[in-house]
């Protein structure tokens, strides 16, 4: 990959790192302060996306041959765009339970805290990824992203165990879901990235 290329993507990695570490807080918090300095942070990312789509553009119309590069690169844009998209469902749910003054059993806090700490140990391993294209790396953070899947739906299964015995309230119940369906849309699209760039350093 271009070294230009892969620079401004491990940027733009990097603030979606600091956007789940912000959501994250804005879970563990609970309040509006929180939220909104979450949402300060998706800006960022969503400017850093919009330049690097343009660079690629702009990249390959200056190209006069070889422009089939270009399009993995901008699917590895799409898919962090979509990664930024499962965080904004999140901080949603979260501002609904601020309103709502919604709360969560200290088990399905622990559960949803386990996930999002999963998550980030894992989207940190992306700008190494960029970097070398290490296709164990890969190979390891795909392991790892089936027992996070594996433990999220357990977390769920359990929940609505809960839920059938009246430990859980259901007023939270569907929030509960959604934050944790969020956090797997965000696993899956740091494995689709991971995968984009093993095939791109095929190519190379």
């Known amino acids: 990959m271009d070294r230009e290329i892969s620079g401004r993507m491990i940027e733009l990695c990097r603030s979606l790192s600091e956007m789940l570490e912000m959501t994250f807080q804005a879970f563990r918090k609970s309040t509006e302060k929180s939220i909104r300095e979450a949402e300060e942070v998706r800006n960022e990312v969503q400017r850093y996306s919009s330049e690097m789509t343009r660079f690629l553009v702009a990249k390959s119309s200056a190209a006069t041959t070889g422009k089939e590069w270009v399009k993995p690169c901008i699917s590895i844009v799409s898919s962090f765009d979509r990664m930024?998209?499962?965080?904004?469902?999140?901080?949603?749910?979260?501002?609904k339970k601020v309103r709502e003054e919604m709360l969560f059993t200290d088990r399905a806090i622990k559960e949803i805290n386990d996930v999002f700490q999963e998550a980030m140990n894992l989207l940190e391993n992306l700008p190494d990824?960029?970097?070398?294209?290490?296709?164990?790396?890969?190979?390891?953070?795909?392991?790892?992203?089936?027992?996070?899947?594996?433990?999220?739906?357990?977390?769920?299964?359990?929940?609505?165990?809960?839920?059938?015995?009246?430990?859980?309230?259901?007023?939270?119940?569907?929030?509960?879901?959604d934050i944790l369906f969020?956090?797997?849309g965000i696993i899956v699209h740091i494995l689709e990235i991971s995968g984009k760039i093993v095939t791109l350093s095929a190519r190379a």
């Open 84 to 95: 930024g998209y499962n965080m904004d469902g999140i901080l949603d749910r979260l501002k």
């Open 129 to 177: 990824l960029i970097l070398t294209q290490n296709k164990l790396l890969a190979q390891q953070m795909g392991e790892k992203g089936k027992l996070i899947f594996k433990m999220a739906d357990q977390y769920s299964e359990e929940h609505e165990q809960r839920l059938i015995e009246g430990v859980c309230v259901p007023k939270s119940s569907p929030l509960y879901l």
């Open 182 to 184: 969020s956090l797997k």
